[in-house]
């Protein structure tokens, strides 16, 4: 039995898809406001909790050999991003799991100190290398299914707004195919207690990405690119209104300011390890849009 936190989520929700067309035994830790019907229907059984309480934590695992942690943060990052996780670390190593698979995030490690979701991924990584489980982390970079309604947009407008260096890189990782490397962790010798960076087969930059939309959509794109000054002057502004709104905007202005790619060797690696071809970001859009 496999236990997938943040079912519902973007990642969670291919996770508990993929486990159920295997006909694998996956319970599905939800909230109960949640739209859940979905993995429901697909025969997943169905937890409804709060990651938050410790109880509900030890209800959802009772039976579980597996755990993936897809959650994010759902704007409480002490609490959800780093807490439960430890929580859920703590119950797995008392309760015997076989293997724990967490999702952090690339570039985790690099000391972000305006970023609270990556340190509390960073602690949270090594509080799991030291629990004694056996582990997988994964450490992907933009999710591809984010860029959809970015995409869905273009396609009515053909216009594409792009906040900073254009010329950043990234290594956007096809949702689905991450959904697949975490399932499988629990079963490739070669994923057991390492740690993966996770992309798609491509380093694009970021100007790369409008380009592909006009690819899919037969439309040339028209760029908007602000410098990340602006964006900074917006933040201040809001912080003088709510502090703490001013704060949480710290891991966005990381992800817009810095580069968050995968060398090829890496990505060769993981294709090795997990016997995959990974998807493309055009491919993927197609897939869904096309």
């Given at each position: 039995?496999?236990?997938?936190?943040?079912?519902?989520?973007?990642?969670?929700?291919?996770?508990?898809?993929?486990?159920?067309?295997?006909?694998?035994?996956?319970?599905?830790?939800?909230?109960?406001?949640?739209?859940?019907?979905?993995?429901?229907?697909?025969?997943?059984?169905?937890?409804?909790?709060?990651?938050?309480?410790?109880?509900?934590?030890?209800?959802?695992?009772?039976?579980?050999?597996?755990?993936?942690?897809?959650?994010?943060?759902?704007?409480?990052?002490?609490?959800?991003?780093?807490?439960?996780?430890?929580?859920?670390?703590?119950?797995?190593?008392?309760?015997?799991?076989?293997?724990?698979?967490?999702?952090?995030?690339?570039?985790?490690?690099?000391?972000?100190?305006?970023?609270?979701?990556?340190?509390?991924?960073?602690?949270?990584?090594?509080?799991?290398?030291?629990?004694?489980?056996?582990?997988?982390?994964?450490?992907?970079?933009?999710?591809?299914?984010?860029?959809?309604?970015?995409?869905?947009?273009f396609r009515e407008t053909g216009i594409y707004l792009l906040i900073g260096d254009p010329q950043n890189r990234s290594s956007i990782v096809s949702t689905d195919d991450l959904a697949k490397i975490a399932i499988d962790s629990v079963?490739?010798?070669?994923?057991?207690?390492?740690?993966?960076?996770?992309?798609?087969?491509?380093?694009?930059?970021?100007?790369?990405?409008?380009?592909?939309?006009?690819?899919?959509?037969?439309?040339?794109?028209?760029?908007?690119?602000?410098?990340?000054?602006?964006?900074?002057?917006?933040?201040?502004?809001?912080?003088?209104?709510?502090?703490?709104?001013?704060?949480?905007?710290?891991?966005?202005?990381?992800?817009?300011?810095?580069?968050?790619?995968?060398?090829?060797?890496?990505?060769?690696?993981?294709?090795?390890?997990?016997?995959?071809?990974?998807?493309?970001?055009?491919?993927?859009?197609?897939?869904?849009?096309?």
């Open positions: 039995m496999f236990l997938v936190t943040g079912a519902t989520g973007s990642l969670g929700r291919r996770v508990v898809r993929q486990l159920r067309e295997e006909e694998t035994p996956v319970r599905a830790y939800v909230r109960l406001f949640s739209d859940y019907k979905e993995l429901e229907h697909r025969g997943a059984d169905i937890f409804i909790g709060d990651l938050r309480r410790d109880k509900d934590i030890e209800k959802a695992g009772e039976g579980v050999q597996y755990i993936i942690s897809a959650h994010g943060s759902g704007g409480d990052t002490e609490a959800l991003d780093y807490r439960a996780n430890i929580e859920l670390i703590d119950w797995a190593k008392k309760n015997g799991v076989k293997h724990f698979v967490y999702t952090s995030v690339l570039g985790v490690d690099r000391g972000y100190e305006d970023a609270p979701v990556f340190k509390a991924k960073w602690e949270v990584e090594k509080y799991l290398q030291a629990s004694g489980l056996n582990y997988t982390i994964l450490r992907p970079s933009g999710f591809a299914n984010n860029l959809l309604p970015l995409a869905e947009r079963k490739v010798e070669g994923a057991k207690n390492k740690i993966f960076p996770v992309g798609g087969p491509e380093m694009l930059t970021r100007e790369d990405i409008p380009q592909i939309f006009g690819r899919v959509f037969n439309q040339e794109p028209l760029i908007i690119n602000p410098p990340l000054f602006v964006f900074d002057g917006l933040r201040a502004g809001l912080g003088l209104f709510n502090p703490q709104a001013q704060k949480s905007f710290g891991t966005l202005r990381t992800l817009l300011a810095n580069e968050f790619f995968c060398t090829p060797d890496e990505i060769a690696n993981l294709e090795a390890v997990y016997n995959m071809k990974m998807e493309s970001l055009e491919g993927f859009l197609r897939r869904y849009l096309g």
